[in-house]
Structure formats: structure tokens, C-alpha cells
């Protein structure tokens, strides 16, 4: 599977970048400037089509995986997480990813006034953040000691809350594909952290797991082509570069039943 853990990695980025441009065309053609609404007669289909036609392809190599395949026991075993590679990069991601949450609460700071929302959501990440950084360390120091199984779900926690603030955001939108694709590349971003951590506590599932990290690849790219501030805009790309990095190291790790 080593070929396979690059390429299938690649070719998310790649149908991502794709939809990124689908979705800056509905930008420009589809939605009306003033009221947000989609223009009458246009169309709004082509991203959703081409959306499902992806998860079509990485559903069938996510089963063909979890069919022909078996992920080895121990975190350490089924990521080979490897002990300088491994830690580097997710404290690189770590810092991009603080990086973002501390741009994001300047900005708030610097427009309007901060609500007890705000606060959670900068909380959350910053400790988000953290989480993917320390958890990398300790897992490759030792991956027995407590720290790793309560550093695994913070991500997963933020994501949902998150998401829980995309709906509240949008709770009077009448265009549900204005924040669609954002909602979706949260959810699967939640699930690739969650099923992440399912194989820490024995519950492996590569499957799934390769199906949420790709998603989350995919659908994220697509949300840069929204409206964000700088600092949300480097979240995304620290999500990314997670859901790529866990991919990756899966997949290649795989082993034919």
C-alpha cells in the first residue's frame, strides 16, 4: 500500500483544488452579490455532482482497503509513527495551528466586540492545537502513559463545537450550499480525528478512517474558496495538513490480510 498512500492523498488535493475553483465560479456566477441568493436559473448542482462523484471514488478505495487490508495493533504500529518525522511535523502543524487561532482572535478583537462564544472557540482551538502536538510527542515518548488518550479527543470536541456555531451562524440562511461545504469539511474533519483516536483505544476502523481523512481533504480545500478571515484560513490549512499526514502514515502502514 505504499504506492496507494501517497497517491490517494494526491488525488484529494487534487479533485480539492478542482472544487476550490468550482466553488470560486459559484461565487462569481451563481450567488447574487446583494441578497447572497443564487441567481435564478443558474447553475448550482455542478459542485454538489462533482462533490459526490469524489466520495463515490474514495468510498470504493476505502472499502477495497478495509476488505483486502488490516491496520496493525497499536496506534504506534498501524501509523509507524516514526520518532523524529512523526513529532516534527505535527509541532510545524501545531504552530501553524495557533498561528491561526491567535489571527483569529486579533481580528475579532480588532472589529467587534468578543462574546462568551468567541472565547470558547479560541479555547477550544488553542488547545486543539496543543493536543496534536503533544499527542504526537508522547506518542512517540510512551504511548502507555494516560496523556495520549485524553489528548486524542480535544480536536474532535472543538470540531463539533465548531460546527455547532456554523449552524447557529447560519440558523436564517435560506441557502443551505453557501455553508454546506464548510459543514461538511468540519464533520468529516471530526470524524478523521475521532476515528484517530479510535485506534488508540482499540477500536481500529482504516476503512472509515481513510474515507474521513480524504473527505476532510477534499472539502476543506473547497471551504478556502469561502469567505474567511487569514487566521480561520490557517486552521483549515492545519486541518488539512493533519488529515494528509494521518493518511498517509495509514495507509502506508496497511497490511494485506
Not at 465560479?25 to 459526490?52: C, K, M, Q, W
Not at 491496520?71 to 498561528?99: Q, R
Not at 499527542?135 to 486524542?152: K, T, V
Request: aromatic share 16%.
Amino acid at each position: 500500500m505504499r504506492v496507494s498512500a501517497f497517491l490517494l492523498p494526491l488525488f484529494s488535493i487534487l479533485a480539492g483544488i478542482g472544487g476550490f475553483l468550482f466553488r470560486r465560479s459559484e461565487h462569481i456566477n451563481v450567488f447574487d452579490v446583494i441578497t447572497g441568493l443564487p441567481v435564478r436559473d443558474a447553475p448550482v448542482f455542478g459542485l454538489a455532482i462533482y462533490s459526490l462523484i469524489f466520495v463515490i471514488i474514495v468510498v470504493v478505495f476505502a472499502v477495497r482497503a478495509s476488505i483486502k487490508h488490516k491496520a496493525l495493533d497499536g496506534f504506534e504500529s498501524a501509523f509507524g509513527t516514526d520518532p523524529l518525522l512523526y513529532p516534527v511535523i505535527f509541532v510545524l502543524i501545531g504552530m501553524l495551528w495557533i498561528a491561526g487561532t491567535y489571527l483569529h482572535f486579533a481580528n475579532i478583537a480588532g472589529n467587534r466586540e468578543i462574546s462568551v462564544d468567541d472565547i470558547l472557540f479560541i479555547t477550544f482551538s488553542a488547545l486543539s492545537a496543543i493536543s496534536v502536538t503533544f499527542f504526537a510527542i508522547e506518542m512517540y515518548q510512551d504511548s502507555r502513559r494516560n496523556a495520549p488518550y485524553a489528548l486524542s479527543v480535544v480536536p474532535t470536541l472543538f470540531l463539533c463545537f465548531w460546527l455547532i456555531l456554523v449552524f447557529r451562524d447560519n440558523s436564517t440562511n435560506p441557502t443551505l450550499i453557501s455553508y454546506s461545504y464548510q459543514s461538511l469539511a468540519i464533520v468529516a474533519s471530526a470524524l478523521g480525528f475521532y476515528f484517530t483516536a479510535g485506534f488508540l483505544y482499540g477500536k481500529p476502523a482504516p476503512g472509515r478512517a481513510i474515507f474521513a481523512y480524504n473527505s476532510a481533504i477534499f472539502f476543506s480545500i473547497i471551504t478556502l474558496a469561502d469567505d474567511h478571515s487569514f487566521g480561520i484560513t490557517l486552521l483549515i490549512y492545519a486541518i488539512i495538513s493533519a488529515n494528509v499526514v494521518y493518511s498517509v502514515m495509514l495507509i502506508r502502514n496497511l497490511q494485506r490480510k
